[in-house]
């Protein structure tokens, strides 16, 4: 029988250093992993925080632009006035 036991979505980024600025510092994600073929080549990525993994890429066919996703959390008023970013 099929069991189904994660989702891990893959949001499209422009600019690396803007998505890691946005990602680990503003929401203090970290990051697990980057991947490029070679140097000069899109990035990919998975950052997480807690239960959650999401992939970063720059890859053009990965993903669409302006995806969203939903993430449900408890603290969110707290988590919003946080002071260590």
Do not use: Y
């Given at each position: 029988?099929?069991?189904?036991?994660q989702v891990i979505p893959i949001l499209r980024i422009f600019d690396e250093a803007i998505?890691?600025?946005f990602y680990l510092d503003?929401?203090?994600?970290s990051?697990?992993?980057?991947?490029?073929f070679e140097p000069e080549m899109p990035l990919y990525m998975q950052i997480s925080k807690g239960s959650i993994q999401i992939h970063?890429?720059?890859?053009?066919g990965?993903?669409?632009?302006?995806?969203?996703?939903?993430?449900?959390?408890s603290g969110?008023?707290?988590?919003?006035?946080?002071?260590?970013?």
């Open positions: 029988m099929a069991q189904f036991s998505a890691k600025t503003f929401l203090g994600f990051l697990d992993w980057e991947h490029r970063l890429s720059e890859h053009h990965d993903c669409c632009p302006g995806a969203g996703i939903r993430i449900n959390m969110v008023r707290e988590f919003q006035k946080r002071t260590d970013r």
